[in-house]
Every structure is written in structure tokens, then in C-alpha cells.
């Protein structure tokens, strides 16, 4: 057999490794310091060019807290309806991860991820943990 020349077994299980790579999610994250500083403006415009590029996105969660200029980016874009949930009196609106996860997009934008997760929400709508 030739040196020089790879071997089948080993060169198709390298391409099977680069596929299941490929397939795997990503996350970004958007950090800043103090509220106000751009994370959710940058985070939807990102969503706005990977849409324009022909990528599958939705909006998962967002809080604009009333931002004009934050809002307008969501035109366009598709935004799943939140989740409503009772909690101690109070009806909070919380991502639905199922719904989210049923629509499988290519790209989900989540704002705000580390946010109050109602207790008695479906174990998995505990996305963050935090309370």
C-alpha cells in the first residue's frame, strides 16, 4: 500500500468529526456593565443581519424597557409569545423554551437570560436558575 496515501477509516472518521461539529450550536454573548449600554441593541441588530443573510430567526425573549430605537429593531423579526405565569399574585411573562425549542431556528435571540424564572414554571422554562 501507497505511504503517501491516507487511510479511508481514519480520513472518513476526521470528515464525520468536522460534520458533527459543524452541527452543534453556538452561543454568543453580549456583556456590558450597567444597564444601557447597547447589549440588546447589539444583540438585535446581529439577529437583523443574520436574518437579512437568510438565516432562520426568532426572538425567544427581549426586554426593550421602552427604548424606541431598541424596539424598532424588532420590526421584522419574528417574536414568539411569552409564557404567562402566576407567582405568589403576581402573572409574570417568562420565554417559553418549549415553544422555542418546538420552532428549532437556526439563530433564537434571548435577552435578559439571567432573569427571574417563575417557580411552577415547566422544569424547562427554569432556563437561568437565577431567582
Do not use: W
Not at 25 to 46: D, N, P, Q, R, W
Amino acid at each position: 500500500m501507497d505511504q503517501h496515501r491516507p487511510d479511508p477509516d481514519t480520513l472518513l472518521a476526521s470528515i464525520q468529526k468536522e460534520e458533527a461539529r459543524q452541527q452543534r450550536g453556538k452561543l454568543k454573548i453580549f456583556l456590558g456593565m450597567v444597564a444601557g449600554v447597547g447589549k440588546t441593541y447589539a444583540m438585535l441588530e446581529a439577529g437583523r443581519v443574520a436574518r437579512a443573510e437568510g438565516i432562520d430567526v426568532v426572538v425567544g425573549y427581549v426586554e426593550t424597557h421602552g427604548r424606541t430605537e431598541t424596539e424598532a429593531l424588532l420590526q421584522g423579526l419574528e417574536v414568539l409569545p411569552r409564557l404567562t405565569v402566576e407567582y405568589r399574585g403576581t402573572v409574570l411573562r417568562e420565554m417559553d423554551l418549549d415553544a422555542l425549542m418546538a420552532r428549532q431556528p437556526q439563530l433564537a435571540l434571548v435577552d435578559e437570560l439571567a432573569h427571574t424564572n417563575a417557580p411552577g414554571s415547566t422544569p424547562s422554562q427554569a432556563v437561568s436558575g437565577c431567582h
